[in-house]
């Protein structure tokens, strides 16, 4: 063969190459971002296997998401459950390599589809050393302000996201209907239209939608922006006497009218996933209901059974079901003795991803012989396939799989704890102000000789921050991430020549013996999450009521109570001067300072009613029983002591004397009865009580 025909071969071999590579890259749509989100997935569930599509219906949590698990099961989804972490305050740093390190794993297998990892952010990026914690939720209904609300989701995405994750389950807007559940302060409110304002919280964390933008297709707008998770799908806050997992007993009525709206308010703002819970509705496990799952939540328009008077409808949810950890075991009682029948039920249900999270390689197995038997179909696979990766597509997880280091300052920023500490100061709800109205304690004097601080929530950073916070229980003291503690709030907001004395639990003869001006009392609950917070006593915790009765009795005293609900308060009422719900606040106690000491006035309202006594619940705003300590709607507004002078200035630009008098005063207001005390001022005390001189009592 002559060297030129050889060269013309070599030639037109070369030219070939290239066009078999062109016409492989142009037949890979997936790949191409040009792509509409519809073709891409289309090319790639053509593309994949059985093995994979299950694999992506797969989360575990990162301690067996190792080399071998992401590569040779194809898994979908990896999280952190709570207290999970790669290290021991562990930084942004550290979470991003250890997230890119299983995620390259996942993008050498044959198709290259990233996973998505998920994390619990219910108040800020709470699993994470030296991130800002937020208010919980149930300090957040009180705030009436879903703007700031909405700030906070966008403040909690960017932290999350400086640690290379892209997926946090929040909110939970669950509407707690009785206090003794133990996940009620992760519910805004007992009122369902205070939890469907709140919803605006996925707004800041997926991003505003654009104008146009189809209802119930998830939507996450950017690399600074997470998917959100709301959860527990549905009724979670409605079981028996509060008991967590248990059963909600009521009607579709019922269902649709208090525990849906908000449900349907998530989905109309793009909300990305939705989170079953682990409870019942009406005996029926809600991992098992299809009829709510698929028929409801992903099919509403062809769900006959609903009544269609003047009850809920909901647009097609696009995007994809999780279980809630080990979700589907829970089906049987016990959980896991029958785990086949479980996978069955729960994925014929219409959940899509199932939160295994460890025994991965069973589930897979099971699912993967149910589906070649024929008991599950193709059809649902591709359902639950084609939403998740829906939800990748949408927020660009496979141009973007890996961390944007460029974040890391995010975690934990002076910009974050500032709105932390806004948020603590508007969720503050003042319940009682003085024994005689007319004569408030609130607010404090920061120039005192002597001041008491008491109680054991007074100095604990941890017991502030509650439940879900660096571990799943939360934890006690000062040692296990940064912020404020209401001890050092208040130290750094009195004068530099006031004295504190900071005791737990004083004697009497203590307190009598050393001339204190007041004192402050911190007392609450110690930190819990999920059933361990069950509670049928709602007592404040030893030796909070001894702490009162002391402190109390000998003293003028504020009590402060940092709780994640109501709690039994009704008996120290008579000795307590003035009290403040302070809810579970988070890292920024400086913000109760702000309020005690006048910087900024109280201004939060009960989103849920505080109960005389616990034989009581469940009872909630109108309820034929109703008859609350403090009803929902309540709390004592005041001003700042800037505003009182600088009105008081304004209105004297003459100079002539006058008198400054604080009056008390019940407002009726939408929330309910609130109580207002503002300031006023006359020439004289006669003129200014001269037209109450007809009224009779």
């Known amino acids: 063969m002559s060297v030129g025909l050889v060269g013309f071969f070599t030639v037109l071999l070369i030219i070939c190459a290239n066009m078999m590579h062109i016409v492989k890259s142009d037949d890979m749509k997936y790949k191409d971002p040009k792509q509409p989100v519809g073709v891409r997935i289309k090319d790639l569930m053509n593309r994949m296997s059985l093995e994979e599509k299950v694999g992506q219906m797969v989360q575990i949590d990162r301690s067996v998401a190792n080399e071998d698990a992401m590569k040779n099961y194809f898994i979908g989804s990896v999280l952190s459950g709570g207290g999970s972490t790669p290290l021991p305050e562990a930084r942004a740093q550290d979470w991003i390599n250890m997230i890119n390190e299983i995620q390259n794993a996942s993008l050498s297998t044959r198709l290259g589809i990233p ?21 919980h939720n149930v300090g957040l209904g009180a705030t009436g302000d879903p703007v700031l609300v909405k700030k906070i989701g966008a403040a909690t995405a960017l932290e999350v996201r400086a640690t290379g994750i892209p997926y946090a389950f929040a909110p939970c807007i669950a509407v707690c209907q009785d206090p003794r559940w133990g996940r009620c302060y992760e519910s805004y409110s007992e009122d369902h239209k205070i939890v469907q304002e709140m919803t605006d919280i996925v707004l800041g964390l997926q991003g505003d939608l654009p104008p146009g933008y189809r209802k119930g297709v998830p939507y996450v707008g950017g690399k600074d922006k997470v998917a959100a998770c709301a959860k527990h799908f549905v009724a979670d806050g409605g079981t028996t006497n509060g008991i967590n997992e248990n059963n909600t007993v009521t009607d579709m009525h019922g269902l649709l009218s208090i525990h849906m709206p908000a449900y349907s308010d998530s989905i109309l703002k793009g909300v990305s996933t939705v989170m079953v819970s682990y409870s019942s509705w009406n005996g029926e496990k809600m991992h098992a209901n299809r009829q709510l799952i698929t028929g409801f939540l992903k099919n509403t ?10 009850l809920l409808t909901m647009p097609y949810f696009q995007g994809f079901v999780i279980s809630d950890w080990e979700g589907i075991d829970r089906i049987t009682s016990p959980p896991h003795s029958n785990y086949t029948y479980s996978v069955e039920a729960g994925i014929q249900a219409g959940i899509d991803m199932v939160m295994v999270p460890f025994n991965y390689s069973e589930f897979i197995n099971d699912l993967s012989n149910l589906i070649k038997s024929k008991v599950i179909s193709m059809n649902r696979i591709d359902d639950a396939v084609q939403r998740i990766l829906l939800v990748k597509f949408t927020m660009g997880l496979f141009e973007n799989p ?20 806004e948020a603590v100061r508007k969720s503050l709800v003042l319940l009682k102000n003085g024994k005689n109205e007319s004569l408030p304690v609130l607010p404090l004097p920061k120039k005192s000789h002597k001041i008491l601080v008491a109680g054991t929530h007074a100095d604990n950073l941890g017991f502030q921050c509650g439940g879900w916070t660096i571990q799943w229980q939360g934890f006690s ?48 609950e110690p930190p819990y999450a999920e059933t361990e917070g069950d509670s049928t006593t709602l007592t404040i915790m030893d030796p909070g009521p001894n702490t009162i009765t002391n402190v109390c009795g000998a003293l003028k005293c504020v009590v402060v109570v940092v709780s994640g609900r109501p709690l039994v308060i009704e008996p120290y009422m008579s000795s307590i001067d003035a009290l403040v719900a302070a809810w579970l606040p988070g890292t920024e106690g400086q913000g109760v300072a702000d309020v005690l000491f006048g910087e900024y006035g109280f201004s939060g309202k009960l989103a849920r009613t505080w109960f005389k006594r616990v034989d009581q619940l469940p009872m909630n705003v109108g309820d034929s029983n109703y008859d609350p300590l ?5 709390g004592i507004k005041t001003e700042s002591i800037a505003t009182t002078v600088a009105r008081s200035t304004s209105d004297s630009v003459d100079r002539r004397p006058f008198i400054l008098i604080l009056l008390a005063s019940v407002v009726k207001s939408s929330h309910g009865l609130e109580l207002e005390q503002k300031s006023t001022e006359a020439d004289s005390l006669d003129m200014l009580l001269k037209p109450f001189r007809c009224l009779r009592v």
Not at 119 to 126: K, L, R, T
Not at 301 to 310: R, T, V
Not at 500 to 519: C, M
């Open 115 to 135: 996973m998505i990892y998920g994390i619990d952010a219910v108040h800020g990026h709470n699993n994470v050393y030296n991130a800002t914690i937020f208010p």
């Open 301 to 310: 328009l062809n769900f006959k059974e609903i009544p269609s008077q003047g």
């Open 630 to 634: 403090f009803p929902f709607g309540y």
């Open 402 to 421: 890996l961390a944007d280091t460029s974040l890391v300052n995010q975690l934990g920023s002076q910009e974050h704890r500032n709105l932390a500490r």
């Open 477 to 524: 003291g000062n040692n296990y991430t940064r912020g404020t503690t209401i001890l050092s709030a208040i130290k750094s907001t009195v004068e530099p020549n006031t004295e504190i004395t900071y005791l737990e639990n004083p004697e009497v003869d203590f307190i009598k013996s050393n001339n204190f001006d007041y004192a402050i009392v911190v007392v609450g």
